[in-house]
C-alpha cells in the first residue's frame, strides 16, 4: 500500500512524463506550409481537382493560370521526362503533376536535398485523376542535374 507522500510523487512523476512527451511531439510534429502556388492551365480540369485535393489537406493554394505551363516547368526546373499537366512551388521545392498531399507533408517534414517531387504524367487513381481503375504509380524525386529515384510508390 502507498503511502499519501509516495503518491503524490508518483503522480507528480506521471504528470511530468506526459508534459515531456507533449513537449517533444509539439516541436517533432511535421509541418505543413501554409502556401503552395500552382502554375496550372485555365482549362484542365484534373488540376483544378489536385488544388481541392491540396486545399482539403491543409494547404492554402494560390494557383495562377498561365498560357505555357511548360515554360515554367523549365524556368523551375523540372526534367522533361517528368514533366505532368500542372507545376506547383512549396518551401523550395519544386511540385510536378498529382503528387499526393501527405507526401508533399512528408517532403516539408525531412527536407530532403533534392529538387521536388514529381509523378510523371497523369496516372489514374492519383489526386485529381480519380477513376474506377487506379492505377499503381512511382512519385520521384529529382535534384537540379535531372537525377531521379523513387520517393514513394502509391496505388493498388
Sequence with gaps: MMTAHALRRFLAAGVLAVAA???VWWWSRPTVA???TVYKSPTCGCCNKWVTHLEQHGF???????????RVKAQLGVPPTLGSCHTAVVGGYVIEGHVPADLIARLLA?????????VPGMP???????????????????DREGKTQVYDTRGP
Design 21 to 23: 512527451a507533449a513537449t
Design 34 to 36: 501554409q502556401e503552395i
Design 60 to 70: 492554402s493554394v494560390a494557383a495562377h493560370d498561365v498560357a505555357d505551363v511548360n
Design 110 to 118: 525531412e527536407r530532403p536535398a533534392v529538387a521536388g517531387l514529381a
Design 124 to 142: 489514374e487513381g492519383s489526386p485529381g485523376m480519380e477513376g474506377p481503375d487506379p492505377a499503381r504509380y512511382d512519385v520521384f524525386a529529382f
